[in-house]
């Protein structure tokens, strides 16, 4: 019987690292995809802008 309850709370436990695996593979796609969101495909007109608004030194 105890051979029974040792295979059940193996297979949980695998069963839960492989739901916390996924989640992980699943959270860094999503962190990678939203830190491109913001990344401009022109970065030259962002640096020409940024270069003009600046406060001139005196």
Do not use: D, R
Not at 3 to 27: D, P, T
Not at 30 to 49: R, T
């Amino acid at each position: 019987m105890s051979e029974i309850k040792q295979a059940g709370f193996k297979g949980y436990v695998l069963m839960g690292s492989f739901i916390a695996l996924l989640l992980f593979v699943i959270l860094v796609i999503y962190l990678y995809k939203a830190n491109q969101a913001f990344v401009p495909e022109q970065p030259e007109l962002y640096g020409y802008l940024s270069t003009t608004l600046q406060a001139p030194s005196a």
